[in-house]
T-cell receptor, first 115, second 116 residues
Framework: DADVTQTPRNRITKTGKRIMLECSQTKGHDRMYWYRQDPGLGLRLIYYSFDVKDINKGEISDGYSVSRQAQAKFSLSLESAIPNQTALYFC??????????????FGEGSWLTVV | AQKITQTQPGMFVQEKEAVTLDCTYDTSDPSYGLFWYKQPSSGEMIFLIYQGSYDQQNATEGRYSLNFQKARKSANLVISASQLGDSAMYFCAMRRPSGGYNKLIFGAGTRLAVHP
């Protein structure tokens, strides 16, 4: 089983609909992130959270919101989806203690298509 | 500004040969970390190797090694004895050190094709 699990893995939604991508992790890490990847580009940071009470905007937070429900759970919402939010979304985690070399570990990705 | 550059959009290598994927970075911070990730066609991002800016020796992980040249600000990935399963996109990334925040900035990636 994956240490960082994203649901759904694939979703097609209509413009204007609200959609939530969920992420859960069993790594025991305190930090969690949401990234988006567009074709031909690397990943860009949407939001990040260093603990349950800490939420921060990344490079491209407009149109997105997040919720850190527990240390192990971090969800991303598109309040009113638009076609240019079609992308591959990644949840990621890291450990602030540095025991894993500050490595960021990614989930398997969620393909979202907005039509 | 902090930036990662991967100048090779695509690379080809014969199975069992070694290949080097280029990565240069730009930062004025003395402390930073460099990562390589592999993304197969299935989409997941797989961590390969990490190099800290103060590490004296080049990082190695199995068939992966990182050729770290700090003065040139390069962190090239070397894959030895290529296998067909190495065909994938490869991303170089740098951890932003500001405030201890563990955020990554990514290059555009290099697509590696391993031929039999």
């Amino acid at each position: 089983d994956a240490d960082v699990t994203q649901t759904p893995r694939n979703r097609i939604t209509k413009t204007g609909k609200r959609i939530m991508l969920e992420c859960s992790q069993t790594k025991g890490h305190d930090r969690m992130y949401w990234y988006r990847q567009d074709p031909g580009l690397g990943l860009r940071l949407i939001y990040y959270s260093f603990d349950v009470k800490d939420i921060n905007k990344g490079e491209i937070s407009d149109g997105y919101s997040v919720s850190r429900q527990a240390q192990a759970k971090f969800s991303l919402s598109l309040e009113s989806a638009i076609p240019n939010q079609t992308a591959l979304y990644f949840c990621a985690t890291s450990d602030s203690t540095g025991s894993s070399g500050n490595t960021i570990y990614f989930g398997e990705g969620s393909w979202l298509t907005v039509v | 500004a902090q930036k990662i550059t991967q100048t090779q959009p695509g690379m080809f290598v014969q199975e069992k040969e070694a290949v080097t994927l280029d990565c240069t970075y730009d930062t004025s911070d003395p402390s930073y970390g460099l990562f390589w990730y592999k993304q197969p066609s299935s989409g997941e991002m797989i961590f390969l190797i990490y190099q800290g800016s103060y590490d004296q020796q080049n990082a190695t992980e199995g068939r992966y090694s990182l050729n770290f040249q700090k003065a040139r600000k390069s962190a090239n990935l070397v894959i030895s004895a290529s296998q067909l399963g190495d065909s994938a996109m490869y991303f170089c990334a740098m951890r932003r050190p500001s405030g201890g925040y563990n955020k990554l900035i990514f290059g555009a990636g290099t697509r590696l094709a391993v031929h039999p």
